[in-house]
């Protein structure tokens, strides 16, 4: 990166994407506003015409990132077919790909400590993709005798958690190194345990 990005308007854009290198090399606190200042090309001053501080920074990335993150996931939705199942199996799948493919987003989004309701816009977009998850969960709830039927809200943050959980744990470094399945294994056979037990699958499905 070069002053060039400043001068040609891309500040703001510049840094974001510098304090994106700058989190998956070194953690979300492990860098400071200089450090992506530097990175991007530009003087220290420069960051503050935009962003407060770093955890603005970060705050800006996630924001990105949830962005990006309900647009796959509504479109992963939507190719499930239109199979409640279906549609749960591949946003879990949509899940570890986003993780996979944009760390330094996920991490700033998951691992950073922002809080998503400081910002109106981070909690318009965070919770634009959280709400393809309840919208699946929605749908599946129609398979469940009224009776039996635990809320939406629960039921999709049950699968919300399995995936973030095979995420951290399987599909980005160690441990998942030394696990003998693949987190698209363990995702997909999670959910289906989970769905059986809810009785939306067939017990030999």
Do not use: C
Not at 13 to 32: D, R, S
Not at 122 to 149: C, F, H
């Amino acid at each position: 990166m070069t002053k060039r990005a400043y001068h040609h308007g891309n500040l703001k854009q510049t840094l974001i994407e510098a304090t994106i290198k700058l989190i998956e090399q070194k953690g979300p606190t492990g860098f400071t506003i200089s450090q992506a200042a530097k990175l991007a090309g530009v003087s220290g001053a420069a960051p503050y015409r935009h962003f407060k501080g770093r955890e603005d920074l970060i705050a800006e990335v996630a924001k990105q990132g949830f962005s990006m993150f309900g647009d796959l996931l509504e479109y992963a939705y939507a190719k499930g077919g239109g199979s409640a199942v279906t549609s749960v199996e591949a946003t879990g799948r949509a899940y570890l790909a986003f993780a996979r493919k944009h760390p330094g987003h996920y991490i700033a989004m998951f691992e950073s400590g922002v809080s998503i309701n400081s910002d109106p816009e981070l909690a318009t977009v965070a919770n634009r993709a959280i709400n393809v998850l309840v919208k699946a969960a929605d749908n599946l709830a129609l398979d469940i005798p009224e009776g039996k039927r635990p809320p939406s809200t629960m039921v999709s943050q049950h699968i919300w958690a399995m995936s973030h959980g095979i995420v951290e744990l399987y599909a980005r470094g160690e441990p998942g190194t030394r696990s003998p399945f693949s987190p698209e294994d363990l995702l997909e056979t999670g959910i289906g345990i989970y769905l059986r037990g809810l009785g939306v699958l067939a017990k030999d499905h």
